[in-house]
């Protein structure tokens, strides 16, 4: 794709507008599968060396830098898949329009986008559906959480309210309340 032969002069010179759109999405292309590859690189070695450790409560588990940098590894994610292939499949299109946007004045082209958005689309309902199942479950995970907390902060009312008599309330007391 980038190595790709244009014509830039004679009679079938790809128009400006459609090279630079061209020269734009391959650049984009190129340089979000690159800095998704370093991330992933980088990070690769911490992930291989934490995950000899067992459990995941481990203090050397929690200070890894995978753990600590969670949200590089996502960002590496997003961009190798989501932005990536969908700046693959938009180079697809362009790439069609400059080698063959003077045959038959452009109709070739034209197929070959329409033969592209019904993969586009589906594309896009996917992203969207997978994205809508990841935050539904991290909210279902984070309303478990908060109601696993709430529970225990009643438990520790309670057992406030009932040891206000006492004159020492332990540690032991939460526990045996």
Same mark, same amino acid.
């Given at each position: 794709?980038?190595?790709?032969?244009?014509?830039?002069?004679?009679?079938?010179?790809?128009?400006?507008?459609?090279?630079?759109?061209?020269? $734009?999405?391959?650049?984009?292309?190129?340089?979000?599968?690159?800095? &998704?590859?370093?991330?992933?690189?980088?990070?690769?070695?911490?992930? @291989?060396?934490?995950?000899?450790?067992?459990?995941?409560?481990?203090?050397?588990?929690?200070?890894?830098?995978? @753990?600590?940098?969670?949200?590089?590894?996502?960002?590496?994610?997003?961009?190798?898949?989501?932005?990536?292939?969908?700046?693959?499949?938009?180079?697809? &299109? $362009?790439?069609?329009?400059?080698?063959?946007?003077?045959?038959?004045?452009?109709?070739? %082209?034209? &197929?070959?986008? $329409?033969?592209?958005?019904?993969?586009?689309?589906?594309?896009?309902?996917? %992203?969207?559906?997978?994205?809508?199942?990841?935050?539904?479950?991290?909210? @279902?995970?984070? @309303?478990?959480?908060?109601?696993?907390?709430?529970?225990? %902060?009643?438990?520790?009312?309670?057992?406030?309210?009932?040891?206000?008599?006492?004159?020492?309330?332990?540690?032991?007391?939460?526990?045996?309340?």
């Amino acid at each position: 794709m980038v190595e790709m032969e244009v014509e830039t002069k004679g009679e079938n010179k790809v128009p400006f507008p459609l090279l630079l759109l061209f020269i $734009i999405v391959t650049t984009l292309l190129v340089s979000v599968h690159m800095l &998704a590859l370093m991330i992933s690189t980088c990070i690769l070695p911490h992930i @291989e060396a934490v995950a000899s450790l067992h459990d995941g409560e481990s203090p050397i588990y929690r200070e890894s830098p995978h @753990e600590k940098m969670k949200h590089y590894t996502s960002i590496a994610w997003t961009f190798s898949t989501v932005v990536g292939i969908f700046l693959f499949l938009l180079e697809l &299109a $362009i790439i069609v329009w400059v080698k063959f946007w003077h045959i038959d004045n452009g109709w070739v %082209a034209i &197929a070959s986008s $329409i033969m592209l958005i019904p993969v586009i689309c589906a594309f896009v309902f996917f %992203a969207f559906h997978f994205y809508r199942q990841l935050v539904a479950y991290k909210f @279902e995970k984070t @309303e478990k959480v908060l109601h696993e907390l709430e529970v225990l %902060a009643e438990q520790i009312h309670d057992c406030d309210y009932n040891n206000t008599n006492s004159e020492i309330v332990t540690k032991n007391d939460y526990t045996n309340c």
